[in-house]
């Protein structure tokens, strides 16, 4: 499980396409699609550069009035998958 003192990035094997208020993601490798709504394109926008998560945490916190406990119970988990899926690695 990616935990906080990880630093992460996305891989460069998907494209990735605005849809009115979601990201959808295609990865190539694997064929398959995904859709991030708001909140997961702020993450996935921000995993374009090597980015502790951290610091994302703090980002999302400040953004959207979320506790640092709650805001980390819900994205680090989705971040485990993101890096189970090959869609991020470790810088």
Same mark, same amino acid.
């Given at each position: 499980?990616?935990?906080?003192?990880?630093?992460?990035?996305?891989?460069?094997?998907?494209? +990735?396409?605005? /849809?009115?208020?979601? *990201?959808?993601?295609?990865?190539?490798?694997?064929g398959r #699609? #995904?859709? /991030?709504? &708001?909140?997961? +394109?702020?993450?996935?926008?921000r *995993?374009?550069?090597?980015?502790?998560?951290?610091?994302?945490?703090?980002d *999302?916190? &400040?953004? #959207?009035?979320?506790?640092p406990?709650?805001?980390?119970?819900?994205?680090?988990?989705?971040?485990?998958?993101?890096?189970?899926? &090959?869609?991020?690695q470790?810088?």
């Amino acid at each position: 499980m990616i935990d906080r003192s990880a630093v992460l990035r996305r891989t460069d094997d998907h494209v +990735s396409a605005p /849809l009115e208020e979601s *990201l959808v993601m295609m990865d190539i490798d694997a064929g398959r #699609y #995904y859709m /991030l709504d &708001g909140v997961a +394109s702020v993450v996935w926008a921000r *995993l374009a550069e090597p980015t502790p998560v951290s610091d994302l945490i703090a980002d *999302l916190c &400040g953004r #959207y009035e979320v506790k640092p406990e709650r805001c980390e119970a819900d994205v680090l988990p989705f971040l485990t998958q993101l890096h189970e899926k &090959g869609l991020v690695q470790q810088a």
